[in-house]
């Protein structure tokens, strides 16, 4: 259904100049107290005629202003409209910038869906779920069912996940399976057997790089596993002890959302900036969190056919060792 409106909003910006600033509209049955007020434009949705109403410019960082709005209760839908620049690469190596129009709805009934339009003539519109807090935000103002809610845990464990995910990609420099760079290839002769074993370590220091972190330099660890601690991640590379990196995260496994916030010391510990993560319940920032990570799981899985499955069963196991995903 949402789709089907999503459709007939470009028609409505075609006279809009670019450049303007992002907007959050209502969508709102048609009647005839509505229909008097000027400026209103109308769209065919679900065989009904909804009037598309201005609630609100945004200007800047949309997540905090998006908050502060009040929905009356008619209301059936909000789209938020914004622009972006997109930078992609052709086949040629050149690189090109496109502007890009989106109009990112929610429903009441929790439906999300996001239309892509292009300023530059010939390339056609295109629908992609993006997700992400502005889509949360509009689902909060409408009361929509939440689609997906992390606990704190199963986010760090997405977070250490998403890391050593970083970690293979440059190493791996985009090459397909079996056929790994060659820094990798010369030195060893089974390359699954490589990226199993790294797997698995890098799993481990992820782990003690977010706990480390999570607990403001180990200040939310108890002295006992802090100290020990300090002295492992002052040696980066030299000497690593699992045993101690799972002890930490289980310390951190009844951590809240509003802990977090409050002792996080990088930016990917959060899934929205810390202003507004201080600024939102637990229960918010839960949300936020469902759209910003996939699973770990997820993210490790996408190694089996680097790693095999059983590197990658190895290091999840590694990762409920800690508590995150679970007992």
């Not at 000497?239 to 002890?247: G, I, K, M, P, Y």
């Not at 916030?261 to 510990?269: G, I, M």
């Not at 507004?276 to 190694?303: H, S, Y």
Request: include cysteine.
């Amino acid at each position: 259904m949402l789709r089907e409106l999503l459709e007939r909003l470009p028609q409505l910006f075609e006279n809009i100049p670019w450049g303007s600033p992002a907007e959050v509209h209502a969508v709102v049955k048609f009647s005839d107290t509505r229909s008097r007020q000027t400026g209103l434009r109308s769209v065919r949705w679900s065989g009904d005629i909804y009037l598309f109403e201005s609630i609100r410019k945004i200007e800047g960082d949309p997540e905090i202003k998006l908050l502060a709005i009040d929905v009356a209760p008619d209301v059936d839908a909000l789209v938020f409209v914004s622009e972006a620049v997109s930078t992609e690469e052709a086949p040629d190596g050149s690189v090109q910038n496109f502007e890009i129009r989106y109009f990112q709805g929610a429903t009441r009934q929790g439906e999300t869906d996001t239309l892509i339009t292009y300023r530059s003539p010939g390339i056609s519109a295109e629908f992609d779920n993006v997700t992400g807090p502005v889509t949360v935000c509009l689902e909060h103002l409408l009361g929509a069912p939440p689609r997906r809610s992390l606990l704190v845990g199963n986010w760090l464990a997405a977070v250490a996940a998403s890391r050593v995910s970083d970690y293979l990609s440059n190493w791996n420099e985009g090459a397909p399976p079996g056929r790994a760079p060659l820094w990798i290839s010369a030195r060893f002769e089974d390359q699954q057997e490589f990226f199993s074993g790294q797997l698995g370590k890098l799993t481990g220091r992820a782990i003690a790089s977010v706990c480390w972190e999570a607990s403001n330099g180990g200040m939310a660890l108890p002295p006992r596993i802090r100290h020990p601690m300090a002295d492992m991640i002052a040696q980066a590379a030299s000497e690593f002890d699992l045993s101690l990196a799972v002890d930490a995260a289980r310390e951190l496994v009844r951590l809240t959302w509003r802990e977090l916030a409050t002792h996080a010391q990088s930016v990917d510990l959060l899934p929205v900036r810390k202003d507004i993560a201080n600024k939102v319940t637990d229960t918010m920032l839960g949300r936020f969190a469902g759209t910003v990570l996939e699973p770990a799981e997820v993210i490790l899985n996408q190694w089996a056919p680097y790693a095999g499955q059983t590197g990658v069963d190895e290091a999840l196991d590694i990762l409920r060792s800690t508590g995150w995903l679970g007992e």
